[in-house]
Structure formats: C-alpha cells, structure tokens
C-alpha cells in the first residue's frame, strides 16, 4: 500500500470555525508533513514530523497546530483562519533515513476555502 | 538560503523531447528530485539523483551535476498527459525538500 489519504476532500470555513484535517498513511513511514500550496506555486513546507515529534516548524501561524496521534496519523487542526489561507493543503510521508529525503509520497491534498 | 530555478513554461508537441532544467543554490545537498503535478492533483515522484549522471526510467531521465549545482529532466515521445507542472526539489539533508517554484509543460498534438 504506497497511498497517502487525506479527508476530507473539501472543505469551506468560516473565520470563527475550528477545523480539523486529517492524514493517514500504513507505508511505515516516520516523517510526515504538513504543506500548504497555492494555485500556481510550488508546496510551501509547515511542519515536519519525525518520529512522531515536531522537528520543524516553519514559523507557521498558531491558527495552525499540528497533531501527530501515532506513527501513521497526522492531524492539522485549524482555528481563527484568515481568508488567504485558502489554498491545497497537502499531507506527504517518506521514509526517515537519518534526515535524507529521497522520495516523499504525497495525500491527494485537502481543497480549503476560507469565507 | 536555498534558491532553485526553473523554466516557468515550456511548450512542445506530441512525440518531441523536452528538456527542464534546474540550477540550485542551497546550504546543503544530497540529492535532486523532480515532482510531476497535474493540475488539481497531488506532486508524484518521479526521479531522485544523489550522484552524477543520467538516470533513467522509462520516457523519463533525470540528470546531475554537482559540480555545476544543475540538473534536468528529460521527457521523452511525449504524450498530451504529459501535460503537468514539474517541480525540480533539493534534499537537503533535514528530512525537508526545497522546492523550485515549477515549470508548466504544455504538450500540443
């Protein structure tokens, strides 16, 4: 199984609202990530985790606070959103080879609209 | 600082070969991936090149050279779902990729 899953598919909301996206990956992968991206633009890396501790954070707002449950969930929990954090948000895992990255797999992304 | 560049569009016909290139300018450095990306999708893998040299895969070949920090993909009889984004990425050590900023292939019958 080399599939990344991610719910939901869509989602739309509001400024006040508390969110969550989930990730879920059975490759036996320890590092996961957090990606957002936006049309036209390359995936702009938010949180790393390996093993499932936060290795990094890339100075991403605290309306964003990531969860790693165990080793093949990860959660993004969304809250207080701004309008232009709409974008893809696109869940990754590879294999931890002591920092190298040789080849990430990617979830089909969560398609978020801030109203 | 990391910095990668790309073509931001390149356009050919059905059955050509493309080339993309990337040049990068990164802290560190263990190899160069390209990503495939059609439009509403998720990025694919399709090559990792730690050493110097061609590899190859099929329609597609990828290749290095550290000394010169650049790289490219090369696609071969191209097929009108070729029609993607393609992402050049640097591993740079730190379980991340930096990403180049994508090049948009546009394939015509």
């Known amino acids: 199984d080399t599939e990344v899953t991610q719910t939901p598919k869509h989602l739309v909301m509001g400024m006040t609202n508390k969110k969550s996206l989930k990730c879920e990956q059975h490759?036996?992968?320890?590092?996961m990530y957090w990606y957002k991206q936006k049309a036209k633009k390359p995936p702009e890396l938010m949180f790393v985790?390996?093993?499932?501790?936060?290795?990094i954070n890339e100075s991403v707002p605290s309306r964003f606070s990531p969860e790693c449950p165990n080793s093949s969930l990860l959660n993004l929990h969304l809250h207080a959103l701004q309008p232009e954090d709409s974008a893809l948000y696109l869940c990754a895992s590879s294999q931890d080879r002591g920092g190298k990255t040789y080849e990430q797999y990617f979830g089909p992304g969560t398609r978020l609209t801030v109203t | 600082g990391q910095s990668l560049e790309q073509p931001s569009e390149v356009t050919a016909v059905e059955g050509a070969i493309v080339q993309i290139n990337c040049t990068y300018q990164t802290s560190g450095f263990y190899g160069l991936s390209w990503y495939q990306q059609h439009d509403g999708g998720a990025p694919t893998f399709l090559s990792y090149?730690?050493?110097?040299g061609l590899e190859e895969t099929g329609r597609f070949s990828s290749f290095l050279s550290r000394s010169d920090s650049y790289g490219y993909l090369l696609l071969q009889e191209l097929q009108m779902k070729d029609s993607a984004s393609y992402f050049c990425a640097v591993d740079s050590g730190y379980s991340t990729l930096t990403f180049g900023k994508g090049t948009m292939l546009l394939v015509s019958p």
């Open positions: 090149n730690a050493l110097d």
């Open positions: 490759m036996g992968h320890r590092a």
């Open positions: 985790y390996s093993y499932e501790k936060l290795s």
